[in-house]
Each structure stands twice: as C-alpha cells, then as structure tokens.
C-alpha cells in the first residue's frame, strides 16, 4: 500500500485536475455566454475584426523573436524596444511634419510609405547596435547571459527613449484617407483596421519567401542548425546574424507604423506589452517557426478580442479591456505547462536539445 502511494505522479495529478478546471470553466463560461447572448451579431463580427488586426501586429512582432531565437537560441526581449524606437522617432521628425504642413493628406500613400521607411531604418540601427555591442561579445557565453543582457538592453533603450522625446503620450497625426470604413461582402470594416490586416499578412508572407525560397534564407537555416559547420561550408555566419535581426526589427518597424495608425498614440513604454505579448504568440505558434509566429500572433490577438465576452460573461466576470491582458499572459502560463514546444514547434530529442 505505501509503496502504490509513493509510485503516485502528485505533480502530474496536480496538473491535471488543474487542467480539467480551467476546460471546465472555460467550456461552461462560454455555453452560458452562448446561451444569454448579450451581444449582436455586429459586435461579434467587430470583436473578430479587431482580434484579427491585433493578431497580425502581435504576428509582425513575433517574428524578430522567432527569427533571433531559431538562429542564436537566445530570446531578444529588447525586440519590445527596436519596435518602440522606430515608430516614435518617425512620429517625431516625419508624420508630425507632415501632418502638420498638410502633405499627409495630400499625399497619403507616399507620406506613409515615407514614415515606414524611416521606422524601419530607425528600429534597423537600434537593433544591429545592440547585436554589435551586447550580444556578440556574448555569443559562446550561456544561455542566461545573453537573456539578462536582453532584459537590461530593454531598461536602457526604453529610458534613453524617454530622455530624448519626453515621458508624455505623442499623438500620432490623423490620416483622412483612412477614416470612414469599407464594406467588403456586407461587412463594414474600419479601414486602418483593414489596412493593418492586409499589410501584415503581405509582410509576412514576403518574409515567409525571404527565409525558405532564397540564398540568404538558406544560409539562415543553415547557422541556425550548426553554426560551426556553416562557417566551415563558407557562411559568413557573422553576416547572417546581422541580416537576420536587420529582418526582424525592420518587420518591427513596420508593425511600429501600423500600430500608429490603428491606436494613434506613442510613448516610450509603449513597446513592452506589446513586445512580451508578441514573445507570448511566438511561444504560443512555436518559437522558431515563422508560420508559427504568425499563426500563434494571429491566434492570441483572436482570443485577447473575443475572451473576455465570450469565456468570462458567463462565468458572470464583467467583461473589460483590461482583462484581455489576463487572459493572454494565463495563455503563455498554460503553453509552458501543458505544450512548452508551442502548436507548431517540434518535441526535440534529448540529443539535439
């Protein structure tokens, strides 16, 4: 009897009776959500609409987290920052302008294209200084080096930011070309959110192609398999470092701008939820995998939107904004636990872990 007791997996029990709790008030929250109903059939299709534009920029994001981590194994959480960084200082110097003497409206595809261009090159600077100058001289260090290097690189731009805009919210200029909605199959969607779901996908398929269909995608691929082999088959392993977070703050960037747009609104924090939430999709997908990135962005933006009225109203938890906040940081909680290798990471053997 006592030795059946001590073969008892009490972790494992525990774990699962956690588990079973949380489908059940999950399965049960939602049922009775379904069941009352309290919203219409307009406020569901404007809930999905917004998780998809959420998703797309969580995806953006996400991507310099999968890229960096698939090729030196470490998790770049100053990536929040590279995203803060570029759209901030184009505000600053270019759309405020631009808004200001009337070329944003006049002109508005250029003037965007034009924001964009210097978000990316902003973010792309920020992110190869901290490459040359934190992480390199790092790179055989362990793994816990380069992770608190990171975190402290984070405290360093944030506040370097703050010192050099200011602490205050910036406004980022209305685009009137982009105010109003279009209707697409008798669906009104709001066209900055429009704008922001199209883009991202288009960015992120483009980096799909970069990655897999390409020379310099393969020689990604190949450092991140074995760096010392790389080198000896005659990769510039240094350059496809630098290449390779030059790819993810750019998309960084980018996701800066349609950030702008969509909430209008910048400030030198304001790269840290969004960073940690985008590290969180990339976990969710399967860090490592650039479909995963974009499908575990994709998804988190859908649960942020939708949870909160659809798991929680009916467990009689009053829906709030600020509670999408909760349910995307118990999500990351529950991947680590029940599928740390994320929906499309693979299990690693001992070997090759």
Known sequence: ??????????????????????????????????????YSTRNWIDFVIFGLAQGSLYALIALGYTLVYGVLFIINFAHGEFFMSGVFTATVFVAIPMGQSGFLDR?????????AVVAMATSVGISLLTERIA??????APRLVPLITAIGASFFWQYFFRGLYGSGITAFPTVQALQGSWSIAGIDILKTQAVVIVASILLLITLYVIVMRTK????????????????????????????????GSAAAGVAGVLYAILFRQVHFFMGFIPGIKAFTAAVLGGIG??????LGGLFLGMVESVGPSLFLE?????????????????MLVLVLIFRPQGILGERLAEKKA
């Open 289 to 294: 995998s650039i479909p995963g990135a974009a």
């Open 135 to 140: 992480y390199r001289p790092l790179r055989r």
């Open 314 to 330: 009916g467990l009689g938890i009053p829906s709030s904004y600020q509670l999408k906040d909760v349910i995307a940081f118990t």
């Open 107 to 115: 002109n508005p595809i250029l003037a965007l294209l034009i924001i």
């Open 216 to 247: 310099m995608g393969k020689a990604m691929r190949a450092v991140a398999e074995d760096k010392e082999i790389a080198a000896l088959m005659g990769i510039d392993v240094d350059r496809v470092i630098v290449i390779t977070f030059a790819m």
């Open 1 to 38: 009897m006592r030795q059946r007791l001590e073969n008892i997996d009490y972790l494992g029990l525990v774990l699962w009776l956690f588990r079973t709790a949380i489908i059940v008030a999950v399965v049960w929250g939602t049922v009775a959500t379904i069941r009352d109903n309290p």
